[in-house]
């Protein structure tokens, strides 16, 4: 089954910025686009008409954001979903769910506040399966122009970030990029220094060369099954967001890992995942993982 790239739509700026990247994004991949927007009526004495005519103004502006998709990409297969629901979370889970991937919108405010991350946003992140890509207002198709690299944060072993940097590969192979693939380490606390981790550090030359070697293992399959696609490795000591976003500075999709599990407070987003969200200038890939 072909899974289509599906955008939330919700009319604002952010939210069309998403559906244009999306549509680029299924152009990419040879992929349909299916959009989704929830709506809730609103009281006529909030002077937003009946429930009619707030439903015929919702379905006619939608129809207006895919016509000029369309317009622009005339072969792309389009669908749309309008559903009226109290719970806007619900039915982006459900849509998330059928999909290669969900693009959503989101609010940024410059460089100094950076992304804003509204609550649908962050719930749908934190309970779906499936990646979700984050996009600002002002986002074009100019910032994918050739050299502009796909950004990729590796940590742990190579099966904690298979699912990572397979998104990130697959997205460079799409667009004719450059992977660079990010591991960020940090000097062992008393609290996990042990004789059989410092021993194996010993062994691959010190602790920096230890941690270029676990990269380097995380990549070997990717590098073998996309050959084409060139790939820098990055290696640098320190804050693993404060690293992963220095190194996307040339970056045309970042891509960062969460663990899909879910803790005794609910799921959750993750602090260099959370982090990237709100202060990357490109559109942010979220991928979970066991």
């Known amino acids: 089954m072909t899974r289509p790239i599906t ?8 939210s069309l910025a998403a559906l244009a990247w999306a549509a680029r994004e299924a152009v990419r991949r ?16 909030a002077g937003a008409g009946d429930r009619d005519a707030q439903e015929r103004w919702v379905r006619d502006s939608v129809a207006e954001a ?46 100094v506040v950076g992304f804003l991350l509204g609550s649908v946003g962050q719930q749908v992140i934190a309970e779906t399966p499936r990646p979700v890509v984050l996009v600002r207002a002002g986002d074009e198709a100019a910032a994918e122009a050739a050299g502009r690299e796909v950004v ?31 591991r960020a380490w940090t000097l062992p606390t008393v609290f996990t220094y042990s004789p059989g981790s410092m021993r194996l550090a010993d062994e691959a ?10 990269l380097g ?41 969460r663990r899909a599990r879910r803790t005794a407070v609910g799921a959750r987003i993750g602090s260099v995942a959370h982090g990237v969200l709100h202060h990357a200038a490109c559109p942010v890939a979220v991928v979970p993982h066991a």
């Open 7 to 14: 955008a939330g739509l919700d009319g604002s700026e952010e």
């Open 30 to 45: 040879g992929d349909p686009l299916h959009v989704v927007h929830a709506w809730r009526a609103e009281p006529e004495a």
């Open 66 to 111: 895919v016509r000029t998709v369309t317009e622009r990409h005339p072969d792309l297969a389009v669908t749309t979903d309008v559903t009226e629901a109290d719970d806007a979370v619900a039915v982006l889970l459900a849509a998330a769910a059928e999909a290669r991937t969900l693009v959503l919108g989101s609010r940024g405010h410059g460089a």
């Open 152 to 182: 990729v944060g590796q940590q742990g072993e190579p099966e904690d970030s298979a699912d990572v940097i397979g998104f990130a590969f697959e997205a460079a192979a799409a667009r004719g990029a450059t992977v660079r693939a990010v």
């Open 205 to 214: 030359g010190g602790l920096e060369q230890y941690e270029r070697k676990a």
């Open 217 to 257: 293992e995380a990549l070997a399959p990717w590098r073998e099954r996309f050959p084409d696609v060139p790939v820098v490795e990055h290696v640098e000591m320190g804050s693993a967001g404060q690293v992963l976003l220095a190194a996307a500075g040339n970056a045309q999709l970042t891509v960062v890992g």
